[in-house]
């Protein structure tokens, strides 16, 4: 049995029936590159079957503790059906990328599971060139960017031939579900451990409250800056001062309540064009990606006549998984916010401004604990986690206060080269991931093989022209071009 950290138990804390807490990809596959020039469920099933000893994860189930005296675990599904995760179905013709952007955000809006292990990919035909489409879904629980990278790096191959399969462990058959007598005796014996928690993450949370999601909270400002400065008085100065930010995210219409539906658009810029840009002006590829985010999200506030003076606030996941890390699945994450100058209008301006900004959160972020997300979120006790999780976001999604973030812009930097899936070659991989209350947009891209692939997930009723937005980043591209 292993047990979830507290940032795991976040993900599962902010499920309700209108949101849920999975991500995924939107993998693009050419067939023509294996044996018989074709792929379906059986060929996809017998490379998870075959490389189910390297991925653990994907046969972790649930196991709740009675009360939520302490956070779940994981454990061995005794009963496995690799059959029920993999699905196939095909697309009515003729093929259109609207009909495959609508299938996704059918199937996203969905929720997984819980009495299995949570994931599911669907194998989706009737694309254009004979491509079939590969929809993975896993719970954020189980996995965060890096560790969802390192799954698909154990069933994408260098080649179409594949690789030697792993070495067969021995069976066990799993482990049967705990039964409520021993999970109540784990819970109980849980819950001396929760103030001792609480009392190691103080030293590292109260200097730093404002750089939470419990940001928030009316006075956490206060209390961040009263602590970090009794902190570096005990400490004789010792220690880098955190500069404070000043960030006060405006309401927009997608900083709402979210409904339990959900839009996806994907597209593609390349990198050759992000890199020309990048060099030209000194910066990095990620301070061009994010500023025509702004360009494109600017352009979607003017048409809709709500363009705030100040500039919108996004959240940036950052990794802090170490190497000793690696391969633990789980998420080691860091939640960060920079502006997003969507107020200014020159588009050279603008990426001169956000490079700026996303140096000055870089600091920041060598100035954190590596552990925050998780020591804050051990402020508050197990047994009432989920509703004060969930309260949290919904309070950001209240019309008289203000978000905490507007949006995620998440940029993953990938391989350069070709990769194939049970020998189909990788055309393209997508990502899909989440939104909230109050944070109904995410903007995540990552790079393969020469371009930069984005994945849009909106609100279904917040934003309804979500299709345009990729068509503006494209535009936003340009002008910096230009």
């Avoid at 013709?93 to 495959?100: A, E, Q, V």
């Avoid at 990278?149 to 067969?168: N, T």
């Avoid at 690696?326 to 502006?339: C, D, E, K, V």
Wanted: charged content about 25%.
């Amino acid at each position: 049995m292993r047990q979830l950290t507290s940032a795991d138990a976040q993900f599962l804390a902010l499920e309700t029936s209108r949101q849920a807490g999975h991500v995924g990809g939107l993998a693009i596959l050419d067939p023509s590159s294996t044996p018989r020039g074709a792929l379906d469920a059986d060929d996809i099933c017998g490379l998870l079957a075959e490389r189910l000893p390297l991925l653990p994860p994907l046969r972790w189930r649930l196991a709740e503790v009675p009360l939520g005296l302490d956070y779940p675990y994981w454990v061995d599904d005794s009963h496995f059906d690799l059959d029920y995760h993999v699905r196939e179905l095909a697309l009515p013709g003729p093929y259109s990328d609207h009909k495959l952007s609508e299938q996704v955000a059918r199937i996203f809006s969905r929720p997984l599971d819980r009495a299995r292990p949570l994931w599911e990919l669907y194998l989706i035909h009737g694309l254009d060139n004979g491509h079939v489409a590969m929809l993975t879904k896993i719970h954020h629980a189980l996995i965060d960017g890096l560790s969802g990278a390192e799954i698909m790096g154990v069933l994408l191959d260098l080649s179409p031939e594949g690789r030697e399969p792993p070495a067969q462990a021995e069976d066990d058959g799993g482990t049967e579900k705990p039964g409520d007598l021993e999970m109540m005796a784990r819970g109980l014996l849980g819950v001396p451990r929760y103030p001792v928690r609480l009392l190691r993450s103080l030293p590292s949370t109260l200097p730093n409250l404002d750089q939470t999601s419990l940001g928030a909270l009316p006075g956490a400002g206060t209390v961040a800056k009263v602590t970090d400065r009794l902190r570096r008085t005990v400490a004789a100065g010792e220690g880098q001062e955190l500069e404070r930010s000043s960030l006060r995210a405006p309401r927009t219409s997608f900083n709402g309540r979210v409904s339990p539906h959900r839009r996806f658009v994907f597209g593609q810029i390349p990198l050759d064009a992000v890199k020309a840009v990048k060099d030209a002006h000194a910066v990095t590829v990620n301070d061009v990606v994010v500023s025509i985010c702004a360009g494109a999200v600017r352009r979607r506030l003017v048409e809709h006549d709500e363009l705030p003076e100040d500039p919108l606030v996004v959240q940036i996941p950052v990794s802090v998984r170490s190497e000793e890390q690696m391969g633990t699945y789980g998420n080691r994450i860091m939640l960060m916010r920079a502006p997003l100058f969507t107020n200014i209008e020159d588009p050279l301006r603008r990426l001169r401004a956000q490079h700026e900004a996303l140096r000055a959160m870089k600091e920041r972020h060598r100035a954190l604990p590596a552990e925050l997300l998780q020591d804050a979120n051990h402020f508050i006790p197990p047994a009432v986690f989920s509703r004060a999780a969930r309260a949290t976001f919904a309070l950001a999604s209240s019309s008289p206060g203000r978000p905490t973030w507007n949006l995620v812009i998440s940029n993953v930097p990938g391989p350069q080269f070709p990769l194939y899936c049970a020998g189909a070659r990788l055309v393209a991989n997508y990502p899909v991931s989440v939104v909230t209350d109050g944070m109904g947009l995410n903007i995540t891209v990552m790079s393969y093989c020469g371009s930069m692939d984005f994945g849009l997930v909106a609100d279904r009723d917040q934003m309804p022209d979500l299709e345009r937005l990729m068509g503006w980043i494209d535009d936003s591209l340009e002008e910096l071009q230009a």
